[in-house]
């Protein structure tokens, strides 16, 4: 009999290990067919799934329909299964409402800040050398982004715009003078916008810096803790041995180089809507331009 108990004991726990259920985790789309901003952050997230499949299964990543950042927080707080993994800056109200993974997916690059203009601009610029004068410059920015309260918290008169092609067409008509950009997006995208409109131009001179660590969020429920969970322990991984830097150089160490980072007037703005929870002590998380 007890031996006949021990087998079905085998049998149950074989049965378990090899029965997992997919784990689904569906991203928010490209806003546009130029719309780049994000494929660095998946294939760290793609890692961190397939170095834990072992432990936790197989896994699904697919892609959701497009939804503005307004309408990715509207899913989320719903627990609807259009998006259960979303990209956000973390900030106090996000960490009553969601599940966070409170490692900075980029290091925190996307908080230094270089400016998209028209280039007939770059003259006044150039004189830029305190946020006194910056704020001078009207900014461009996307319906619901998180920087939205961050600048106009320091000054700025921000203008707004739903569409995010939109905003490259609003800077070069005028409608505001500077279009601050993460140094992880910024390249790409003046690339493609340059063919478009041909006084783009990438500001040589200032270097904007508030904290912005962007994390992965996960709904407010079971699925979403088991999922946040899953990615940590994942991340902690590739940390520790190194394929999380080795990823991020591939994507942006050319980026930072060529940008001149370290040469920039470096202008820095406080963020006051972060959490305590910010690990702002584990100095390899974070990137430093002063390392270069």
Not at 27 to 37: K, L, N, V
């Amino acid at each position: 009999m007890n031996l006949i108990k021990v087998l079905i004991l085998i049998s149950i726990l074989t049965l378990g290990h090899s029965s997992f259920a997919v784990m689904r985790f569906v991203y928010h789309a490209p806003e546009s067919d130029h719309d780049f901003r994000y494929k660095y952050h998946w294939e760290i997230l793609k890692s961190a799934l397939d170095l834990t499949e072992k432990k936790f299964g197989p896994y699904s990543l697919t892609p959701s329909e497009i939804l503005s950042e307004d309408q990715q927080l509207a899913e989320m707080k719903k627990k609807s299964a259009k998006l259960t993994v979303m990209i956000r800056e973390t900030n106090k109200v996000f960490e009553t409402e969601l599940n966070a993974v409170k490692i900075p997916i980029d290091r925190n690059l996307i908080g230094y800040r270089v400016l998209l203009i028209d280039k007939k601009n770059q003259a006044q610029l150039s004189k830029v050398d305190s946020l006194e004068k910056l704020i001078t410059f009207n900014v461009g920015q996307g319906a619901g982004w998180g920087d939205i309260s961050i600048l106009k918290n320091s000054g700025f008169n921000v203008i707004t715009k739903a569409k995010y092609d939109d905003l490259f067409k609003s800077l070069i008509a005028g409608e505001f003078q500077i279009f601050p950009r993460g140094v992880v997006e910024v390249l790409e995208e003046y690339r493609h916008f340059k063919k478009l409109y041909s006084n783009l131009a990438i500001d040589d001179h200032v270097l904007l810096y508030y904290p912005l660590p962007t994390y992965f969020w996960f709904q407010d429920s079971s699925d979403g803790r088991l999922m946040a969970r899953r990615v940590e322990e994942g991340l902690r991984f590739m940390i520790k041995s190194g394929s999380y830097r080795k990823i991020f150089d591939k994507h942006y160490a050319k980026v930072i180089r060529e940008l001149d980072l370290n040469k920039r007037v470096l202008i820095k703005i406080p963020n006051p809507y972060l959490p305590s929870s910010v690990p702002f002590d584990r100095k390899e998380l974070w990137f430093d331009p002063r390392d270069i």
